[in-house]
């Protein structure tokens, strides 16, 4: 399981039912390593967290996890108790009656099944992940009171809380402020170094360079992949989000494309 | 008649004793099913299953007789559980498509029941119940029924609160929502066959969705929810049965006492909700209506309420007599 790497992707599409998707995915993640999954709005970087968890249909290629080849189609190979995801933060109902707490405890239940109840080891855990993220004392918060950043890291110690091998993250910076910001690429350093292999969609390169050690490059199919300083370079950058409005502070910009291209 | 006879000294006659057991049972399991009707927004397939019963119930009386209500019944509930989940997962949830589809088995059951020699009094047993004439033989049975319905949702819990919350989060954690929905549509449909012949077809949806709406007014704790609502339906359920006994022995007015019930139900939700507006809770819940979706079910939720207590109040006005006859 050392020597393998956590995902690896060769030659994989994946295609929603109504035909959009993304496909010639090549790319490896070890054990404590991060990846960075760039590209513009619609590119399919959340086709391609989706098609890893299962959700959406693998239609070619092979993909591996921790060196075992998965089934194809929406097979749930996430119930092996490898992944976790972060969803996009906002459409959870603010209104549901729950706790930071159990919804942390949420990331236990793969591991207990049908029939047993959370215990000692399964709290400890949880407490735990909210250290991780630096939301202890909002435990017994009702989730839908929280600021939209600490549901954020409520959501990340939730997949903390399962003892993934390999997290998901759909564009975790998405609306957040400094020191949320702040936090999340702190806990992300801090699960890198306990060997947790990272793939994260993002839109900030920013955040690329100071957490990831590789990039991966989409737009309907891979443009690129490789160490962050090869891949982001201004001629791929360009190729990718050719003819995107990118907006930078209060200015926006229409990236160009290559010339003569 | 004393308040301690109507309360205790009543449940001492069989037939009372009878309709306590089984209505207690019905109330506490409708309560915690109910539960996560509220939190999945389910209202509408409940109201479906409620229809997709009539014509089991109706059939398997032609056939069997009494005996014959309770596997018509679970027959149809389940096929109507089947159909509805898929219903649901195909996106087909346009209240037209689905609405033609219940008021056609509803009406496959009038017809059934109008070939039977007492058509106005079946028709009447079916869609309001018979609680005070549930047969010795049948009360096994119907707690049987209720608490394999019980058992289904307490084995699938954690999981069911799970995808109740953030149902991606569930499939990515490896359950399968298809399964989770069968289990606790199934469960639905249980609690609706159970209840049918009790308190009917039309007031089951009272059972399940009052104690669920009572419990979110009262708390925001995820775990005090089942015993909130637990508690309130069993309660009412006993406040129901005694209130509809002391008004016909001691005032000699007959009360139907399904419909009783549910008016007790209503009225609690009432209360409920009166008390919790005056106490803020019910402002600060409305205070930022963020979710739409949540807000909608929740006016679904007082809308289903106050049909259920229209339709009490019309059986207890139409039905005078019902009961006894």
Same mark, same amino acid.
């Given at each position: 399981m050392s020597d393998s790497p956590v995902l690896r992707l060769a030659g994989a599409a994946f295609?929603?039912?109504? @035909?959009?998707?993304?496909?010639?995915?090549?790319?490896?993640?070890?054990?404590?390593?991060?990846?960075?999954?760039?590209?513009?709005?619609?590119?399919?970087?959340?086709t391609l967290l989706k098609g890893v968890l299962g959700l959406v249909p693998r239609t070619a290629g092979e993909v591996a996890l921790g060196g075992v080849p998965i089934g194809t189609g929406r097979a749930s190979h996430s119930a092996n108790g490898m992944l976790a995801f972060l969803p996009q933060s906002a459409d959870l109902d603010p209104d549901f009656p729950i706790s930071l707490e159990q919804v942390v405890m949420q990331g236990r239940y793969r591991g207990l099944g049908l029939l047993r109840w959370p215990g000692r080891g399964d709290r400890a855990a949880v407490a735990r992940a909210l250290e991780t993220v630096g939301l202890s004392a909002l435990a017994k918060r009702p989730f839908g009171e929280l600021s939209g950043g600490q549901r954020q890291r409520g959501l990340l110690a939730r997949a903390l809380a399962s003892d993934p091998a390999l997290l998901l993250l759909d564009e975790p910076f998405n609306g957040l402020d400094q020191p949320n910001r702040d936090a999340l690429v702190d806990t992300l350093r801090?699960?890198? =170094? %306990?060997?947790? =292999?990272?793939?994260?969609?993002?839109?900030?390169?920013?955040? =690329? %360079?100071?957490?990831?050690?590789?990039?991966?490059?989409?737009?309907?199919?891979?443009? =690129?992949? @490789?160490?962050?300083?090869?891949?982001?370079?201004l001629g791929n950058v360009q190729e990718c989000f050719e003819g995107v409005e990118v907006e930078i502070d209060e200015h926006t910009l229409v990236v160009p494309g290559h010339e003569g291209h | 008649?004393?308040?301690?006879?109507?309360?205790?000294?009543?449940?001492?006659? $069989?037939?009372?004793?009878?309709?306590?057991?089984?209505?207690?049972?019905?109330?506490?399991?409708?309560?915690?099913?109910?539960?996560?009707?509220?939190?999945?927004?389910?209202?509408?397939?409940?109201?479906?299953?409620?229809?997709?019963?009539? $014509?089991?119930?109706?059939?398997?009386?032609?056939?069997?007789?009494?005996?014959?209500?309770?596997?018509?019944?679970?027959?149809?509930?389940?096929?109507?559980?089947?159909?509805?989940?898929?219903?649901?997962?195909?996106?087909?949830?346009?209240?037209?498509?689905?609405?033609?589809?219940?008021?056609?088995?509803?009406?496959?059951?009038?017809?059934?029941?109008?070939?039977?020699?007492?058509?106005?009094?079946?028709?009447?047993?079916?869609?309001?119940?018979?609680?005070?004439?549930?047969?010795?033989?049948?009360?096994?049975?119907?707690?049987?029924?209720?608490?394999?319905?019980?058992?289904?949702?307490?084995?699938?819990?954690?999981?069911?609160?799970?995808?109740a919350f953030d149902a991606r989060g569930s499939r990515a954690a490896g359950d399968s929502g298809l399964a989770l929905d069968l289990v606790l549509n199934c469960a639905i449909a249980l609690v609706v066959v159970a209840a049918a012949s009790t308190v009917g077809t039309l007031l089951v949806l009272a059972l399940l969705i009052v104690p669920g709406a009572v419990a979110r007014l009262v708390t925001g704790r995820l775990w005090w929810l089942f015993p909130v609502a637990a508690g309130f339906a069993a309660i009412g359920a006993w406040l129901g049965l005694a209130a509809g006994f002391a008004v016909s022995v001691g005032a000699g007015v007959d009360l139907p006492a399904g419909a009783t019930i549910v008016a007790v139900f209503?009225?609690?939700?009432?209360?409920?909700?009166?008390?919790?507006?005056?106490?803020?809770?019910?402002?600060?819940?409305?205070?930022?209506?963020?979710?739409?979706?949540?807000?909608?079910?929740?006016?679904?939720?007082?809308?289903?309420?106050?049909?259920?207590?229209a339709r009490a109040a019309g059986t207890a006005a139409a039905t005078g007599a019902g009961e006894g006859r």
């Open positions: 295609t929603h039912p109504g @035909g959009s998707g993304v496909s010639g995915l090549e790319l490896e993640i070890a054990p404590g390593e991060a990846v960075a999954l760039i590209g513009p709005n619609g590119a399919g970087k959340s801090e699960l890198k =170094a %306990r060997g947790v =292999a990272v793939l994260v969609s993002t839109h900030d390169l920013e955040l =690329a %360079r100071l957490v990831c050690d590789a990039v991966v490059l989409v737009n309907g199919t891979q443009l =690129a992949f @490789g160490p962050v300083d090869e891949v982001l370079t | 008649m004393s308040l301690i006879d109507a309360l205790f000294t009543a449940f001492s006659i $069989p037939f009372m004793a009878r309709a306590l057991v089984v209505m207690l049972v019905l109330a506490v399991v409708a309560g915690i099913v109910g539960v996560l009707v509220n939190l999945r927004g389910l209202e509408f397939i409940s109201d479906g299953l409620t229809h997709a019963v009539f $014509p089991g119930l109706a059939i398997g009386l032609a056939v069997g007789g009494t005996s014959g209500l309770l596997p018509g019944a679970a027959i149809a509930a389940l096929a109507g559980a089947l159909a509805l989940t898929w219903l649901d997962r195909a996106g087909i949830t346009s209240d037209a498509a689905i609405a033609i589809v219940l008021t056609a088995t509803f009406s496959v059951g009038v017809i059934v029941v109008s070939k039977s020699d007492d058509y106005a009094g079946e028709l009447e047993a079916l869609l309001f119940g018979r609680v005070l004439t549930i047969p010795p033989e049948q009360v096994v049975p119907l707690v049987v029924v209720s608490l394999i319905a019980l058992l289904a949702v307490v084995l699938t819990l954690k999981q069911q609160l799970f995808r209503v009225v609690g939700y009432a209360l409920v909700l009166g008390v919790s507006a005056l106490s803020g809770r019910a402002s600060r819940a409305s205070r930022a209506p963020r979710s739409p979706r949540r807000a909608g079910g929740a006016a679904t939720s007082a809308a289903r309420a106050a049909g259920t207590a």
